[in-house]
């Protein structure tokens, strides 16, 4: 399978899995990812750089409303940071996560 249709169906599985179930089917699917995903190259890099992906694509879609920028100037403001740091830091969320998640199941699985 050609690299850029694995992100592109990695990422939408991570949007669509917290769309669906909400922000903890990011660890299971990057849980999972990590299992399988073992003859891909950069298993783990692959997996968080794509639960970002399909995190951001989520954002921006919700961005499109009134809501997003309220949200963010009221959280910076309670976190003494700027809607552009709140921002870097809601992407940051899900990269941490799944890279921890699938790289547990990655050292579980790898023969090594």
């Given at each position: 399978m050609s690299t850029l249709i694995r992100i592109v169906l990695l990422s939408?599985?991570?949007a669509f899995g917290a769309l669906?179930?909400?922000w903890w089917s990011l660890p299971v699917t990057a849980f999972a990812w990590g299992w399988v995903g073992t003859k891909t190259p950069r298993p783990?890099?692959?997996g968080a750089v794509c639960a970002m992906l399909g995190w951001g694509a989520l954002m921006l879609f919700d961005a499109t409303g009134t809501s997003f920028a309220a949200v963010a100037g009221g959280v910076g403001a309670v976190l003494k940071?700027?809607?552009a740091a709140f921002l870097e830091l809601s992407l940051i969320f899900p990269f941490v996560l799944a890279f921890c998640a699938a790289g547990c199941a990655h050292a579980l699985v790898r023969k090594d």
């Open positions: 939408a599985a991570y669906a179930v909400g783990v890099l692959t940071i700027n809607g």
